[in-house]
């Protein structure tokens, strides 16, 4: 199994010179299983090159949404998959009680937001709402459970070839529970998170940020770093990066954390471009750069 970042931007995409390392387009990560079937993780702005790289294949594409904010979504209207003739497309979302995925998806993709409506698509269209349990999309096992962010918001646990993953990007453990770690039936997607190869997970605030924005459905760093301990992860990806965090401000905030501190697990910080390979026996993680 094969990840690759495609987006790691937080709340709205980040566009410039200040933010090029770390990259500006909010959240899409790719999953590729060893027989190379594709699993979408968001479609925000960065799911549009993803969908060129995508270019020529011809197998079925999974799309799996932890929830439907607009940083979560925006780039569906732009992945070329779904303007190909016949390509069998399959997008995932978490359920509601009131409305299902189309008539949600459909607010964004149609006039007066978008021109193209989602029943005018050339490509095979199947909507599913995400089962609160374990299911499978051809080779992966997935985990879906409702996690701590406003509205409707899954965290996803994948398993395949050997390998899993934890993806939570949009997450607030801390809210509630005074400190992290804390007895883990009081922890937010600890289940999901447990023993996994790789955890990419959202690292939005430094400490003095949160404490202006408890309950916004974010992280501040320490807590996903406690977060990764009390789970006792491999590695961890840092995500949904801030977009008024220039590259040197993620940098320092990184450093920071981890002066004067040993942590049971690699720290990887996300950047766009960046690929992470699970394919070793032995599952040990080996880091590319932009492909």
């Known amino acids: 199994m094969r990840l690759t970042l495609w987006g790691t931007r937080g709340s709205v995409a980040a566009a410039g010179p200040e933010t090029v390392r770390y990259g500006g387009n909010t959240s899409c990560v790719e999953v590729r299983a060893d027989d190379g079937s594709v699993l979408v993780l968001d479609a925000g702005t960065g799911v549009r090159r993803l969908g060129a790289a995508l270019r020529g294949e011809t197998g079925r ?7 439907l904010h607009m940083d979560h979504i925006q780039g569906l209207g732009f992945f070329a998959p779904f303007f190909e003739q016949d390509r069998e497309v399959h997008v995932w979302g978490p359920p509601s009680t009131t409305q299902a995925l189309r008539e949600r998806l459909t607010r964004y993709l149609s006039p007066p937001l978008f021109p193209v409506r989602l ?14 349990e374990w299911f499978e999309i051809g080779p992966f096992r997935v985990n879906a459970a409702l996690v701590c962010h406003p509205g409707p918001t899954v965290g996803y646990r994948i398993a395949a070839d050997g390998a899993t993953i934890a993806y939570l990007p949009d997450h607030e453990p801390a809210l509630g529970i005074g400190s992290m770690p804390a007895a883990p039936d009081w922890i937010s997607g600890f289940d999901l998170a447990t023993d996994a190869d790789v955890l990419i997970h959202d690292a939005q605030y430094s400490v003095a940020e ?19 301990t009390a789970t006792d992860v491999r590695c961890l990806v840092t995500f949904h990066h801030d977009p008024e965090h220039d590259d040197d401000t993620l ?9 004067g501190a040993a942590f049971p697990f690699e720290i990887v910080p996300g950047t766009e471009g960046l690929s992470i390979d699970l394919s070793d026996p032995a599952r040990s993680v080996s880091i590319a750069g932009a492909r």
């Open 210 to 228: 949160y404490v202006e924005h408890v309950g916004w459905g974010h992280s501040a760093l320490t807590h996903t770093l406690a977060f990764a």
């Open 61 to 67: 594409v999974d799309v799996v949404l932890t929830h």
């Open 119 to 132: 029943r005018e698509l050339p490509c095979r269209l199947i909507l599913h709402d995400v089962p609160l």
């Open 251 to 259: 940098t320092r905030l990184l450093e920071e954390a981890r002066a």
